[in-house]
């Protein structure tokens, strides 16, 4: 294989890691947007039961653990989101600014070596960011499903109080 070939796989492979890499930044953006909507869920949530200032805390035994358990989960769901929703590093590939400094390509000794170095650049970052955008998609979605049973428990004792 030639200098030739392998500088055009390398930019063909530096191609499709940075395409991977734009559509990871893209969906952590959403998963920011659908976690800040939950977060607004959860205290709608929350005003529509607690909104005319009635606790409405069922007298019998085994309806105050259901309540307790209900506003549990709630609280549990806004906990997560508000872990979910927590700054944390994020790893760039490039920098722009080494781009425009012509000093950065002098430290390479061909075109070949630079994209070996962008692509390794890529490679790294996205399996950083990978586990990030995972870490925070299981505490979305563990919101998720605690906060619907929460919410499911304390609307049907609200509807039944008596």
């Known amino acids: 294989m030639t200098s030739s070939h392998e500088e055009k796989n390398l930019k063909?492979?530096?191609e499709e890691l940075r395409r991977v890499y734009d559509?990871?930044?893209?969906?952590y953006g959403?998963?920011?947007t659908k976690t800040l909507a939950f977060i607004g869920a959860s205290f709608t949530v929350l005003t529509f039961l607690y909104a005319n200032g009635d606790t409405f805390i069922?007298?019998?035994?085994?309806?105050?653990i259901f309540y307790f358990?209900?506003?549990g989960l709630i609280l549990l769901a806004i906990g997560y989101l508000f872990k979910a929703i927590q700054p944390k590093h994020w790893e760039f590939p490039t920098e722009h600014r080494d781009f425009e400094d012509q000093r950065f390509y002098k430290e390479f000794k061909s075109e070949k070596d630079y994209l070996e170095y962008v692509k390794n650049r890529y490679?790294?970052?996205?399996?950083?960011n990978v586990k990030v955008y995972e870490d925070k998609q299981k505490l979305l979605n563990n919101a998720f499903y605690v906060l619907v049973l929460g919410a499911i428990i304390l609307i049907v004792l609200n509807l039944f109080k008596t």
């Open 12 to 14: 063909v492979a530096v």
């Open 23 to 27: 559509w990871l930044c893209k969906s």
């Open 30 to 32: 959403e998963q920011r």
């Open 58 to 64: 069922p007298s019998q035994t085994y309806g105050k």
């Open 69 to 71: 358990a209900g506003l």
């Open 123 to 128: 490679l790294y970052a996205y399996n950083l």
